[in-house]
């Protein structure tokens, strides 16, 4: 008996939180926030013969918010450059407030300093890099709060996303999506 009441009990807790979420979710009605690369250009391109790469990415990324009811916090912010799963370049934004239906322009200026690549990675990058064109993996990850017009989950609450941006960028400029080295 005592087990069939635990049951209930627990049975009628999960309606009353499964309840609640709807209601808010359809309240709110949240829209998956949406961000692309507008433009890209990478300076001081040397990899050296000991496969070190010396270079100065330049990245606009648009960060868009659709949404009518919720804000963002963007508390921690942080950007990398990859090539073939290698970090090669890493910096940080500062925090930030992006309203409702807004969107943001992010400048992100990452550096690699004496980057070592393996040996796989180097000769494919010098391949690419003859080719005339590279491609990278543009990956940021930001710790946010969500604020709604009655609502506000502190940035405890929410979990790290990773943002990732794949694609062969021109090493010569090639509209609003290419790279180029300088």
Excluded: C
């Excluded at 627990?10 to 359809?26: C, K, N, R």
């Excluded at 000991?50 to 804000?71: C, E, G």
């Excluded at 925090?95 to 409702?100: A, L, T």
């Excluded at 502190?154 to 021109?170: C, P």
């Amino acid at each position: 008996m005592l087990v069939r009441t635990i049951a209930i009990v627990l049975l009628a807790l999960i309606i009353l939180v499964g309840l609640s979420v709807l209601i808010i979710w359809l309240a709110v009605r949240p829209k998956r926030l949406v961000y692309t690369v507008e433009e890209g250009s990478i300076h001081g391109f040397n990899l050296t013969q000991n496969n070190h790469l010396n270079a100065t990415f330049n990245f606009v990324i648009r960060a868009y918010n659709p949404n009518t009811k919720i804000s963002i916090y963007y508390d921690k912010v942080e950007a990398y450059v990859f090539y073939y799963d290698e970090t090669v370049a890493f910096t940080t934004v500062d925090p930030f407030f992006q309203p409702r239906r807004n969107v943001t322009h992010l400048g992100l200026n990452l550096m690699a300093r004496e980057a070592a690549l393996e040996g796989a990675a180097a000769k494919d990058l010098r391949l690419e890099k003859s080719s005339g064109e590279v491609e990278l993996d543009i990956r940021v990850k930001a710790k946010i709060q969500v604020q709604g017009r009655s609502v506000e989950v502190a940035a405890s609450d929410v979990e790290d996303f990773v943002l990732s941006h794949y694609g062969a960028f021109s090493l010569r400029r090639r509209g609003s999506r290419g790279l180029t080295v300088m």
